[in-house]
């Protein structure tokens, strides 16, 4: 089984910034991709940017300009950097791993991490 482990979660004051970070229990070469994705108190999960093996990226509209997103392939580890950070952007964030396992290719997510933002 894929091991996800996120970490960098915090508080932070409006206008802030913070970088979580993911790491997988999977050598590189057999993840297809890794994000982040977020749910709010009482909202469905959504996503908030994705990195592809090839490093392609794919952001929400509403954080672009704002956060990035980066892979380092030697450590298996996907960051989020996170800057301007409004009290909208609170949640929990959980990391996610689309990778190759025993030829299956499968899901696997973090636990999440909190991200609280005061105003």
């Known amino acids: 089984q894929v091991q996800v482990a996120e970490s960098g979660g915090g508080l932070v004051q409006a206008g802030g910034s913070l970088r979580l970070s993911c790491a997988a229990s999977?050598?590189?070469?057999?993840?297809?991709?890794m994000g982040w994705y977020r749910q709010a108190l009482g909202k469905q999960r959504q996503l908030v940017a994705i990195?592809?093996?090839?490093?392609?990226?794919n952001y929400a509209d509403s954080v672009k300009g704002r956060f990035t997103i980066s892979r380092d392939n030697a450590k298996n580890t996907v960051y989020l950097q996170m800057n301007s950070l409004k009290p909208e952007d609170a949640a929990v964030y959980y990391c996610?791993?689309?990778?190759?396992?025993?030829?299956?290719?499968?899901?696997?997510w973090g636990q999440g991490t909190q991200v609280t933002v005061s105003s």
């Open positions: 999977i050598a590189s070469n057999n993840i297809n991709a």
């Open positions: 996610y791993v689309r990778a190759y396992y025993n030829n299956y290719l499968g899901q696997y």
């Open positions: 990195i592809s093996s090839g490093g392609t990226t």
